[in-house]
């Protein structure tokens, strides 16, 4: 089955944290046996936010992607998913553009950019972060980015961005909101994660939720099993978002994450204890990853650069 997964921080690891590539926790080889064939790779700004050097670090993952040894997409996607592990740029952290379009537009041609997360956890030119919730929505910026996105064909990945931000974006954009690693908030109660209102809006417009493994994103405390992971599945399935969910691991991101679900070998046994569960074979399908390639393929017939 086609695995899809919206987000990893692996580029920041290799570029910056100077992992060794096979010490990374998404590597080539564990893509291939999780049976992902499209993984994307998050260009993160850091955590120092508009404080750092998050243009110059963005550039610099991008030299190291190669190094994964995934081939990356940075053309147009082919007619059907991949079937060998490939990958796909997006911005995690809006800072990383430094409030210009020349910036994107020079992101955009190296990498080809399918989603900007508009913030990470820090205000910048753009908007507000989650944390913090200021009632602000998107900066003038932030506004005239949106525009360009939606030109570009490049999804707005809602994940680390205040509420206010997120109905700007529904209100704004041509193409669907998106939250490429947040659960639900109402079953663990973080700004990351989405509130009920903010989970259908995006099942209204036909956006993307993936589903995050933070053990923190999935339980308030302590050790979080598949069992955990998947009643996040549930609640949004029952809103009728089965059209709308997949996966946005943020493996190489994160320090916990729940029992047997720790890299992306491990995709299979959550899609069979799915099966267990009593999804059916479409319903995985969808969910393990053509969801997220049907948007993806949306949002590029949509560009016009
Ligand atoms: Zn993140």
Redesign the pocket.
């Known amino acids: 089955m086609f695995v899809a997964d919206a987000?990893c921080d692996t580029l920041y690891e290799i570029a910056i944290s100077k992992t060794r590539p096979d010490r990374c926790v998404v590597t080539k080889e564990r893509l291939a046996e999780g049976g992902v064939g499209l993984q994307t790779f998050a260009l993160f700004a850091g955590s120092n936010g508009p404080a750092g050097t998050p243009y110059r670090d963005g550039i610099d993952m991008i030299a190291a992607a190669p190094q994964t040894g995934v081939e990356m997409l940075t053309g147009a996607l082919p007619d059907e998913p991949p079937r060998a592990p490939a990958g796909i740029f997006s911005c995690?952290g809006g800072e990383m553009l430094e409030g210009s379009l020349e910036r994107l537009d020079e992101f955009d041609r190296a990498a080809r950019l399918r989603m900007i997360a508009l913030t990470?956890n820090f205000e910048n030119e753009i908007g507000h972060p989650a944390y913090g919730d200021d009632p602000a929505g998107l900066k003038p910026f932030g506004k005239e980015l949106l525009a360009e996105m939606d030109r570009r064909g490049i999804l707005a990945d809602a994940?680390?961005l205040n509420e206010a931000g997120f109905w700007d974006i529904c209100e704004r954009s041509a193409l669907p909101p998106i939250a490429s690693?947040s659960n639900c908030r109402w079953l663990c109660d973080t700004p990351r994660n989405l509130k009920k209102e903010q989970v259908r809006a995006i099942i209204e417009r036909g956006g993307f939720i993936g589903m995050n493994f933070y053990s923190r994103f999935v339980i308030p405390e302590g050790q979080p099993t598949m069992d955990d992971v998947m009643r996040h599945i549930d609640a949004i399935c029952e809103m009728g978002g089965e059209h709308v969910l997949g996966f946005g691991s943020?493996f190489d991101?994160i320090s916990t994450w729940p029992t047997g679900l720790g890299q992306p070998a491990d995709f299979p046994a959550l899609l069979d204890a799915l099966a267990k569960r009593g999804y059916t074979q479409a319903q995985l399908e969808d969910i393990a990853g053509m969801n997220l390639w049907r948007l993806l393929k949306r949002a590029e017939a949509q560009r016009k650069a």
């Open positions: 987000h995690e990470w994940s680390h690693h943020d991101g």
